[in-house]
């Protein structure tokens, strides 16, 4: 079994739909992030959260600690945001798990 | 400021032989970590540097080993190359280690024949 799990794997949205990427994970972390890779390979971290609830624009990430679970929401989507959206958590080892990533496609 | 840059960007190596990848990390960030991302999956955590020491390790044998230096760049070495080793191998920087947000850099496509 993964330390992180994503759902879903894969996801096909009309422009301008809410969508929301689900991360549960099983060892205690001191930090989750939400990373985003495009086709080529180019990561970009969009959230880094130990607690809360951060909001970048249209790009929404919450996690709540005791239920071991993270959301990653994008309101209002555009073509543009198609890509392949990761969670990964860091331990107090200052080891890094990752899930295997949500791929997302937003049909104009 | 120039991002973090990785070097080569592309090279094929042949079964048995070693490979030397680079990583400098953004200008003030005193912490690289290294990655490993077969085509199709997500990356896999390999090292993590803070002040040239190690303070992480992935599950990946032997092989694999990575210094960082006095100026905060690191290199990730590899020996006795196995077919299953070609990947892209992405190096990412931070103030000062898994807790802070990590930058990637573009990566290192590694192609062993």
């Known amino acids: 079994k993964n330390e992180v799990e994503q759902s879903p794997q894969n996801l096909t949205a009309q422009e301008g739909e809410f969508i929301t990427i689900n991360c549960s994970y099983s060892?205690?972390?001191?930090?989750l992030h939400w990373l985003q890779q495009h086709p080529g390979g180019g990561i970009v971290s969009l959230f880094m959260?130990?607690?809360g609830k951060k909001k970048h624009g249209r790009l929404i990430a919450t996690i709540n600690i005791q239920e071991k679970h993270s959301s990653l929401h994008i309101t209002a989507s555009h073509p543009r945001d198609s890509a392949v959206y990761i969670c990964a958590v860091t331990n107090t080892g200052n080891q890094f798990y990752f899930g295997t990533g949500t791929s997302l496609t937003v049909i104009p | 400021d120039a991002g973090v840059t990785q070097s080569p960007t592309h090279l094929i190596k042949t079964r048995g032989q070693h490979v030397t990848l680079r990583c400098s990390p953004i200008?003030?960030?005193?912490?690289v970590s290294w990655y490993q991302q077969v085509l199709g999956q997500g990356p896999q955590f390999i090292f993590q540097?803070?002040?040239?020491?190690?303070?992480g390790r992935g599950n990946f044998p032997d092989r694999f080993s990575a210094r960082q230096f006095p100026n905060y760049s690191s290199e990730l070495n590899v020996n006795a190359l196995l077919l299953g080793d070609s990947a892209l191998y992405l190096c990412a920087s931070s103030l000062r280690g898994a807790d802070y947000e990590q930058y990637f850099g573009p990566g290192t496509r590694l192609t062993v024949t």
């Open positions: 959260l130990s607690s």
């Open positions: 540097y803070y002040e040239k020491e190690e303070r």
């Open positions: 200008s003030g960030h005193k912490s």
């Open positions: 060892v205690g972390i001191s930090a």
